[in-house]
Every structure is written in structure tokens, then in C-alpha cells.
């Protein structure tokens, strides 16, 4: 299957203006430089950013005014080859037209993270992980191979048996290591279209996470949301959901339609959303989830993306924005360590208005990616004064206990923190500069945690 070229081609550069992440903080001066063929962009700027899906500070420039190369318009599937399920495709080709395409043939991408409005090449730099951790590891375990361009301007086609080392550091490197031009990567047959869930409640943080782990051993994608904001006995009570492709004979007969969806239309006042009401929704959710309990059969993405039902939902947090906190901590010492995290939440009075815990398998491939055993906390709150405060005193804790943060959601973590909890940091950077001696490639995040010159 191929796209072919248009005949006029799609370009555009935007003049200096405030880029943020996805949790809209902080925000910095970019030049945003799209072409349909990537590489006549790419030599002008020092980081590729997709669709600004990460939270922070990853796709921001590490100098005020500095060019970004936005991929979106390099978008076509280049082949696909139904014996192997190889798909390549061009770097910004976004996830959301690869199922549209692929889903109604029976094709889905072996590893999706919670949004279908994401980059290839986001997905590659972040190494994606998502509710099938444990059964799947992350993206970069499905990739093929993908092509460079380093910072000489070579176009270098790494995998795992060519340019090892470049390549393992680009899963999960976080654009630091090249702009990726090309991913290849193996889809997954699935046998309908639809998927199977079942919800269970569980009244108190260690059954939910006691069951999660338990659950990860029969069901290929399980994901538990918490109430966090409810007092003792009822902190940490919460809905853990278990999926897997429905059977042909489970399945309906028609083909899932498209999702209706709505838009938050601006930018809500910073005191619109109180935790009062958080609160009412939570209590809200955790009835209608008992009321799910059993299994049933659901559109795949009612069940993969329930946030995409509601485009710009980021607006709901105001002006300041938000920050995801997203950690890893591992289960070998128990779940007193988890609890002991959780708890400490609570103390420190974090306003933690959404909380998605998963289950992470074995570590991947990538030098920097996030995921290693364990269980994963992905933790919104709103911008505050305090905010800088509680991420410090987590990170305290994720690097007492041998944890880690994920780079793709982190805005505040601090340098020493950062180093604190990466061995494998000295092992990236030097094959950073083994491609890229000069440190072209930059962003507002390497600049943070790795010192980067802005
Ligand atoms: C609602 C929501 C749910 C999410 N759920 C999950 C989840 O479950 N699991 C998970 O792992 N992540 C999750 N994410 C995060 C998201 O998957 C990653 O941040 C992903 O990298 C975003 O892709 P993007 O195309 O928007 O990249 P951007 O945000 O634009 O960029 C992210 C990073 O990739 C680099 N990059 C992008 N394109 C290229 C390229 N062509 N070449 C080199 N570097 C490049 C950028 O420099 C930057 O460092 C979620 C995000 C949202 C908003």
C-alpha cells in the first residue's frame, strides 16, 4: 500500500509564538517548520516535535526561538506487507489514521499509549507504553527499523541488528539523538475489531493493586484508575479494567462506527475546576463503574482512548496548566513501598484530580525508556505554587525506592533527582555524543535535566 506524492507541496513555518506541551506548562518561543519531505526542514532545527501530546517540556525548544521540525506533514504510510504485518511509514504519520486504515482490515498497532493523537516518531522517542505492558513490553519492542538523520545530516537506518547502539538509543531518547525520518513496525492480526472488557471495584488502594498485578497474568491489557482525593477508609478505592480482542463469535457482526466526540471549547478560568467537584465526579465514576462490573463487549476506543471523547480536555485546567507526574516503582519489596507513596500524596495535600496506575513487564530495549517491573503511577494535578514542592518530595521517595519518572510527562524534575534514579544516564549520553559531538540536538527538557546550553 503506498499514498502518493501531491503534486503542490504542503508546507508551512509559523513566525516565534509560545509552544507548550500537553499539560499547556511551561511554555516556551518556537518556530514550528513543517514540510512534506522532512529533510528540507530538519538541518534548520535542533529537535523534531509531532503533535505536542508529551506533557512537558520535551518538545520545546532548549532556546527561546529556536526551530522546531514538525512533522505533521510528513504523514504517508509507505508499505505494508500483510505475511510479516511490517508497516513504514513517515515519521508523523499519526496513530489515529494508521487504526482507521488498518483496524476494519483486521490490523491493530501492537502497542498503543492513551491517546490516538500521536507521532510515529513520538511514539519511537518516548517508546510508548500503554495498557499491555506487561504482555507486550513497549513500542520499541515492535520496531523493525528506523531511519535517522543524524547530526552530520547522514541518514543512518538503525534496527536491532544495524547501528545497535544509535538505536537503542533513539527508543525512548527523546528526540536527543537525530530526527527520525521512517519507522517501520510490526502490526498485530487481531481477531475482530472489538474488544472485551470487564470492570471490577475494589474499596481500598492495596486490593485494587493487589488485583491488578493478579489480573496482568490472564488478561493482555488491564489499567486501574484510583480516587485519590477520598479521605481514609475509602482512599485509593477504585475500578480496574481487564481487556482483550473479542472473539469472531463475540464479537457483533458490524464493524465499530466512529466515535462521537466533543471539543472544550477554551480555556476554562483557573477556578473552575475545584476539587469539590473532582471529588462528585470521582464518586460518580466509581458508581457507574460497579454498576459496569462483568464483562462486556466495547468499541476499542472506549476502551484504549476514553480521553479522546473530549478534544482539548487540557483547556479544563486554565491558564497555568498541568502537570502529569508519571513514576515506576517496583514491586520487589513489596506493596507497603506503594501504599507508603501513595499515602505520602495525601500528606502533602496533592491535588491528584486523576490517577492511572498500570502494570509494567520487563524493561525494554531503550537505554532511557521508561518502563521496568513494576507498577506505574500517572498522577494529573493542577499548576500551583505547591506543585514544584510535591515533585520534589516524590521524587525523594521514587529514588529511595529504585523507581523512575517518565520523560515524555516530566516539566519539574530536577537534574540531581534525575541522575539520582537513571544509571543508565552516562550510558545514553555517551552514545549522544558519539553522534552528535556538538550536543545539536536539544530541547528545553535536555537542557533542565542534562545541562544542556539554551
Ligand atoms: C491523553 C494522553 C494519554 C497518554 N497516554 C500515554 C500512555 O499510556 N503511555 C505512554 O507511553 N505515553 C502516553 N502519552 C504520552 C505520549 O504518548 C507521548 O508523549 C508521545 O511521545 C507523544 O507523541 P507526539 O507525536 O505528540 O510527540 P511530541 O509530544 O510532539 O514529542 C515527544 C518527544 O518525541 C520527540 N519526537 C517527536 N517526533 C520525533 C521525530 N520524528 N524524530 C525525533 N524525535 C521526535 C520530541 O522531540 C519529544 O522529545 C499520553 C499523552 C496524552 C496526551
Same mark, same amino acid.
Not at 294 to 310: I, K, N, Q, S
Not at 315 to 342: I, W
Given at each position: 500500500?503506498?499514498?502518493?506524492?501531491?503534486?503542490?507541496?504542503?508546507?508551512?513555518?509559523?513566525?516565534?509564538?509560545?509552544?507548550?506541551?500537553?499539560?499547556?506548562?511551561?511554555?516556551?518561543?518556537?518556530?514550528?517548520?513543517?514540510?512534506?519531505?522532512?529533510?528540507?526542514?530538519?538541518?534548520?532545527?535542533?529537535?523534531?516535535?509531532?503533535?505536542?501530546?508529551?506533557?512537558?517540556?520535551?518538545?520545546?525548544?532548549?532556546?527561546?526561538?529556536?526551530?522546531?521540525?514538525?512533522?505533521?506533514?510528513?504523514?504517508?504510510?509507505?508499505?505494508?506487507?500483510?505475511?510479516?504485518?511490517?508497516?513504514?511509514?513517515?515519521?508523523?504519520?499519526?496513530?489515529?489514521?494508521?487504526?482507521?486504515?488498518?483496524?476494519?482490515?483486521?490490523?491493530?498497532?501492537?502497542?498503543?499509549?492513551?491517546?490516538? =493523537?500521536?507521532?510515529?516518531?513520538?511514539?519511537?522517542?518516548?517508546?510508548?507504553?500503554?495498557?499491555?505492558?506487561?504482555?507486550?513490553?513497549?513500542?520499541?519492542?515492535?520496531?523493525?527499523?528506523?531511519?535517522?538523520?543524524?547530526?552530520?545530516?547522514?541518514?543512518?537506518?538503525?534496527?536491532?541488528?544495524?547501528?545497535?547502539?544509535?538505536?537503542?538509543?533513539?527508543?525512548?531518547?527523546?528526540?536527543?539523538?537525530?530526527?527520525?525520518?521512517?519507522?517501520?513496525?510490526?502490526?498485530?492480526?487481531?481477531?475482530?475489531?472489538?474488544?472485551?472488557?470487564?470492570?471490577?471495584?475494589?474499596?481500598?488502594?492495596?486490593?485494587?493493586?493487589?488485583?491488578?498485578?493478579?489480573?496482568?497474568?490472564?488478561?493482555?491489557?488491564?489499567?486501574?484508575?484510583?480516587?485519590?482525593?477520598?479521605?481514609?477508609?475509602?482512599?485509593?478505592?477504585?475500578?480496574?479494567?481487564?481487556?482483550?480482542?473479542?472473539?469472531?463469535?463475540?464479537?457483533?457482526?458490524?464493524?465499530?462506527?466512529?466515535?462521537?466526540?466533543?471539543?472544550?471549547?477554551?480555556?476554562?478560568?483557573?477556578?473552575?475546576?475545584?476539587?469539590?467537584?473532582?471529588?462528585?465526579?470521582?464518586?460518580?465514576?466509581?458508581?457507574?463503574?460497579?454498576?459496569?462490573?462483568?464483562?462486556?463487549?466495547?468499541?476499542?476506543?472506549?476502551?484504549?482512548?476514553?480521553?479522546?471523547?473530549?478534544?482539548?480536555?487540557?483547556?479544563? =485546567?486554565?491558564?497555568?496548566?498541568?502537570?502529569? =507526574?508519571?513514576?515506576?516503582?517496583?514491586?520487589?519489596?513489596?506493596?507497603?513501598?506503594?501504599?507508603?507513596?501513595? =499515602?505520602?500524596?495525601?500528606?502533602?495535600?496533592?491535588?491528584?484530580?486523576?490517577?492511572?496506575?498500570?502494570?509494567?513487564?520487563?524493561?525494554?530495549?531503550?537505554?532511557?525508556?521508561?518502563?521496568?517491573?513494576?507498577?506505574?503511577?500517572?498522577?494529573?494535578?493542577?499548576?500551583?505554587?505547591?506543585?514544584?514542592?510535591?515533585?520534589?518530595?516524590?521524587?525523594?521517595?521514587?529514588?529511595?525506592?529504585?523507581?523512575?519518572?517518565?520523560?515524555?510527562?516530566?516539566?519539574?524534575?530536577?537534574?540531581?533527582?534525575?541522575?539520582?534514579?537513571?544509571?543508565?544516564?552516562?550510558?545514553?549520553?555517551?552514545?549522544?555524543?558519539?553522534?552528535?559531538?556538538?550536543?545539536?540536538?536539544?530541547?528545553?527538557?535536555?537542557?533542565?535535566?542534562?545541562?544542556?546550553?539554551?
Amino acid at each position: 500500500m503506498s499514498t502518493p506524492k501531491e503534486t503542490t507541496p504542503r508546507r508551512f513555518c509559523s513566525p516565534p509564538a509560545p509552544v507548550t506541551g500537553w499539560g499547556r506548562f511551561p511554555a516556551r518561543e518556537a518556530r514550528l517548520c513543517a514540510n512534506e519531505d522532512l529533510p528540507l526542514v530538519t538541518p534548520h532545527a535542533t529537535l523534531s516535535r509531532g503533535l505536542g501530546r508529551s506533557y512537558g517540556d520535551a518538545a520545546l525548544p532548549a532556546k527561546a526561538g529556536d526551530a522546531l521540525a514538525s512533522t505533521v506533514l510528513a504523514d504517508r504510510l509507505l508499505c505494508f506487507d500483510p505475511e510479516t504485518g511490517v508497516l513504514r511509514a513517515e515519521a508523523g504519520c499519526p496513530l489515529w489514521r494508521i487504526i482507521e486504515l488498518f483496524l476494519p482490515r483486521g490490523w491493530f498497532p501492537p502497542v498503543t499509549p492513551g491517546t490516538k =493523537y500521536v507521532t510515529l516518531g513520538g511514539m519511537v522517542a518516548a517508546d510508548v507504553h500503554g495498557k499491555m505492558h506487561h504482555s507486550q513490553g513497549t513500542f520499541g519492542a515492535h520496531v523493525v527499523s528506523i531511519l535517522l538523520e543524524v547530526s552530520d545530516g547522514r541518514q543512518i537506518e538503525c534496527s536491532p541488528e544495524n547501528e545497535t547502539e544509535l538505536f537503542d538509543a533513539t527508543l525512548g531518547g527523546m528526540g536527543l539523538t537525530g530526527h527520525i525520518l521512517e519507522v517501520a513496525f510490526r502490526m498485530q492480526k487481531v481477531p475482530s475489531p472489538w474488544i472485551l472488557e470487564e470492570v471490577d471495584t475494589f474499596p481500598d488502594v492495596r486490593s485494587l493493586l493487589l488485583a491488578l498485578r493478579d489480573a496482568g497474568q490472564r488478561w493482555p491489557f488491564t489499567v486501574a484508575w484510583a480516587d485519590l482525593l477520598n479521605p481514609p477508609p475509602l482512599f485509593g478505592r477504585g475500578a480496574l479494567m481487564k481487556g482483550r480482542w473479542a472473539s469472531p463469535e463475540e464479537a457483533p457482526a458490524h464493524p465499530p462506527a466512529a466515535k462521537k466526540s466533543f471539543r472544550v471549547p477554551a480555556v476554562f478560568p483557573d477556578w473552575f475546576l475545584q476539587p469539590w467537584m473532582v471529588r462528585a465526579f470521582n464518586r460518580l465514576y466509581f458508581y457507574r463503574a460497579q454498576r459496569a462490573k462483568g464483562g462486556r463487549v466495547v468499541h476499542p476506543e472506549t476502551f484504549f482512548y476514553p480521553l479522546d471523547a473530549l478534544h482539548d480536555w487540557n483547556r479544563v =485546567y486554565g491558564p497555568r496548566g498541568f502537570t502529569q =507526574y508519571q513514576c515506576v516503582l517496583p514491586v520487589e519489596q513489596g506493596f507497603d513501598v506503594h501504599e507508603r507513596f501513595l =499515602y505520602r500524596l495525601r500528606e502533602l495535600k496533592a491535588p491528584v484530580f486523576l490517577a492511572v496506575i498500570k502494570d509494567c513487564g520487563p524493561e525494554g530495549r531503550g537505554i532511557l525508556s521508561f518502563p521496568r517491573p513494576g507498577i506505574s503511577y500517572a498522577l494529573d494535578m493542577p499548576l500551583s505554587d505547591r506543585t514544584q514542592h510535591i515533585v520534589d518530595e516524590l521524587n525523594e521517595i521514587v529514588v529511595a525506592v529504585g523507581g523512575r519518572i517518565y520523560l515524555a510527562k516530566d516539566a519539574l524534575t530536577r537534574p540531581q533527582h534525575f541522575r539520582a534514579m537513571e544509571p543508565r544516564l552516562e550510558r545514553f549520553l555517551t552514545v549522544r555524543r558519539k553522534w552528535d559531538p556538538s550536543l545539536r540536538f536539544r530541547s528545553a527538557l535536555s537542557a533542565r535535566l542534562f545541562g544542556d546550553q539554551a
